[in-house]
């Protein structure tokens, strides 16, 4: 089995086990969150992209492709994503409560800045943006502008 099979099996697996514990105490909630999500979708994206990861809280990029590109990548069970600054490219994935992460953005950090940038910046210094907002903005990527992923 090869890493990325092993990887996804693994993110699969975890979400296994916090639905069983729902189960078991219902009203209490075990979803993965903070930076195990985020984890989550770096080593998702470094594992899918080929992207060499920089050391945990880097400032704005989590990494850089294959062909040179600074990349940030978020990863949300929610219904947005934060970004307190502009990356040169973003990769976004949702995932479900299955453990199934879904592109919902890849493609440069511009159009996402310019979004947010222009808000009143809020008190977390985080800026929310809805993956409703991304998705309709990755419609208007180009093939060219994508980060590929690797064979």
Do not use: C
Not at 75 to 104: H, M, N
Request: charged share 25%; aromatic share 8%; hydrophobic share 35%.
């Amino acid at each position: 089995m090869d890493r990325s099979q092993e990887l996804e099996d693994i993110i699969k697996e975890l979400y296994t086990l916090t639905g069983r514990l729902e189960a078991m105490y219902p009203g209490r909630h075990f979803t993965p969150d903070g930076h195990l999500v985020g984890s989550i979708g770096e080593v998702f994206a470094a594992e899918r992209y080929g992207i060499s990861l920089f050391t945990a809280s880097y400032e704005t990029h989590d990494g850089v492709a294959p062909d040179g590109r600074l990349v940030q990548i978020k990863a949300t069970q929610r219904r947005a994503v934060a970004i307190s600054s502009e990356p040169d490219y973003l990769l976004v994935f949702s995932i479900d409560d299955k453990g199934q992460l879904t592109e919902v953005y890849n493609g440069p950090g511009r159009p996402v800045w310019h979004l947010v940038s222009g808000r009143k910046r809020p008190k977390t210094g985080q800026y929310q943006v809805s993956l409703a907002r991304l998705r309709r903005l990755n419609e208007d990527v180009s093939p060219e502008e994508r980060i590929r992923p690797v064979a």
